[in-house]
């Protein structure tokens, strides 16, 4: 039996969307365009989004948009992926850490203020794994200090917080949409925003600097080639009307993993709070703290060996090579190394069946029994 980590959910109906604007001339900056901009915001909440071809795209637009550049501070998490801290680089920002919550694995809000300096421009808190970050306390943050509040929310499409749709709840949001994602335009991503003047330069900025209105060699500012073309939007407007769907096929397998899981004691299963509806984006368990890195690394091969694709979720951002470089090191984060180095992420997208996934927590029994005894 070979299990993938993930794998997107598509339909006649997404083929048949691509397959139909593949009919016309329109392959970029067309209809479908608007209609999936205009969904997208409807559905989070905003008044704007803009698409782009990636989630890291849509991320260094924010950080365009929101005006950081040399020598600003950025306060952000190292338990991310790396394009959440990457995207202040690329505008030669200097990404801050702050160690997360031992429970929600999002950054800690109470750990913020001490890093903050006159430098500090933003905060760009992450919804991890779907969870959303505490949006209330980093709000009040924020306003004592006059912080920009960025979300990336590009793994938290349709997760809410206290009753708000993710992609609403800072000043600037994303959304990624590569495959692994819970809904997908091949490559993709998208900027949210209530901020007229934020949308329409993340707008000009994804389209070589041009300007609504103006001709098109007319290049007001240093812009990029970020468009999403004709054939993404469409299988994202598909994507987007069958979300509903989607999250509540995923709700199911991660309450069935919940079932099968609970009863052992050498695992922490993801958290839950009756605030936050979770968007499952990847079912990530922690093992105990007396198990190491080490013995962790085993029970991701033992699992490997039996065809079960799995990996530790995330390596810390701060001990990337490149963060190294910038004099970050081992230590400096305690909570984020010592629950990266006990995750498991588990085989999870719609239509995994109760089958394979009995099989899969089987093997995760007995490599922790193997782990165990050696
Ligand atoms: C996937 C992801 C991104 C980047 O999205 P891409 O579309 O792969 O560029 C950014 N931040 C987080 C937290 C992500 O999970």
Request: proline share 4%.
């Amino acid at each position: 039996m070979q299990i993938p980590l993930a794998k997107p959910d598509i339909t006649e109906k997404e083929i048949e969307a691509v397959s139909e604007v593949l009919h016309t001339p329109k392959l970029s900056l067309g209809p479908k365009l608007n209609e999936f901009e205009k969904r997208l915001a409807e559905y989070g909440g905003v008044k704007y989004a803009v698409v782009v071809n990636s989630g890291t795209s849509a991320l260094h637009l924010a950080i365009r948009a929101l005006n950081i550049g040399e020598g600003d501070e950025v306060i952000t998490t190292p338990f991310s992926f790396i394009a959440s801290a990457n995207c202040i680089l690329f505008e030669k920002g200097r990404p801050v850490f702050v160690d997360i919550d031992p429970l929600t694995w999002n950054i800690d809000p109470n750990l913020i203020e001490a890093k903050i300096t006159e430098r500090t421009k933003a905060i760009l808190a992450v919804d991890l794994f779907g969870y959303p970050a505490d949006w209330d306390r980093l709000r009040e943050i924020a306003k004592k200090y006059n912080l920009k509040l960025i979300e990336d929310a590009a793994e938290a499409i349709g997760a809410e917080y206290k009753g708000k749709k993710a992609g609403s709840l800072g000043d600037v949001a994303v959304f990624a949409f590569y495959p692994n994602k819970q809904i997908t335009t091949g490559e993709g991503g998208a900027i949210l925003t209530n901020d007229e003047r934020v949308a329409e330069l993340c707008r000009s900025l994804r389209n070589q600097g041009r300007e609504d209105g103006k001709g098109w060699f007319e290049h007001v500012r240093l812009g990029y080639n970020y468009r999403l073309s004709e054939i993404n939007c469409a299988l994202g407007i598909v994507q987007l009307k069958r979300l509903e769907e989607i999250l509540s096929k995923r709700e199911r397998i991660a309450q069935i993993y919940n079932k099968k899981l609970k009863e052992i004691e050498e695992i922490q299963l993801p958290q839950k709070s009756p605030d936050i509806r979770r968007s499952w984006f990847v079912y990530v368990i922690k093992l105990r703290d007396d198990f190491t890195m080490e013995q962790r690394d085993k029970i991701l091969k033992y699992l490997q060996r039996n065809g079960i694709e799995c990996r530790g979720y995330f390596a810390p951002i701060h001990l990337q090579p490149l963060y190294k470089k910038l004099g970050y090191s081992k230590g400096d984060f305690p909570l984020t190394e010592a629950i990266s180095a006990r995750t498991i992420a588990l085989p999870f997208y719609s239509d995994l069946d109760e089958e394979r996934i009995d099989y899969i927590c089987r093997c995760l029994i007995k490599g922790l029994k193997e782990v165990a005894q050696s």
